[in-house]
C-alpha cells in the first residue's frame, strides 16, 4: 500500500495547497494542534530527514518560510514551532518526510501533543 503523502504529492488525494516548489508542498494539518497548523512535505519519498538529499536544503527553506507567509496573513500569529519527528520512537506516524509548522499565540493552548 503506497504512502498517504505520496498519494496527497501526486494528486490522487485532493489537498489544497497552501504553497509549493519542485520538491516540496504544504498543506493544512488534517488535526490541528494550534489553528493553521500545516505540514511541509517532499513530493519525493524519503522516510525522514536524514533521507533528504542534500541539495533540497535551499527548496525545503524557501517553502517553510514562504508558507508561513501565507498562513500569516489568513490566520495571524507571534510565534511559531518547527517540528519534525523522526523514527516511531520519536513520535513519527507518517513515514514520509514532513515538518510541522505551528503557529504560537499568547494565551492560546496547543490542543496535544505532537510528541
Ligand atoms: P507525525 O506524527 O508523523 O509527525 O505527524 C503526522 C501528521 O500528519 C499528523 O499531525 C496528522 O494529523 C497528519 N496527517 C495524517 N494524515 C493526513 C492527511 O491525510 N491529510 C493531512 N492534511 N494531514 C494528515
Ligand atoms: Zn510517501
Known sequence: MECIFCKISKGE???RKIY???????????NPVSEGHSLVISKEHFE???DLRNNLGD????CVKETISIIKKEKP????????NNSEV?????KHF??????RRKGEKLKSHLF
Open 77 to 84: 500569529f507571534e510565534g511559531f514551532n518547527l517540528v519534525n
Open 48 to 50: 525522514n530527514f536524514l
Open 98 to 103: 514532513h515538518l510541522h509548522i505551528i503557529p
Open 20 to 30: 509549493e516548489n519542485k520538491n516540496f508542498f504544504s498543506i493544512f494539518d488534517i
Open 90 to 94: 520519536a513520535g513519527q506516524i507518517v
Open 13 to 15: 488525494i485532493k489537498s
Open 59 to 62: 527548496d525545503l527553506i524557501e
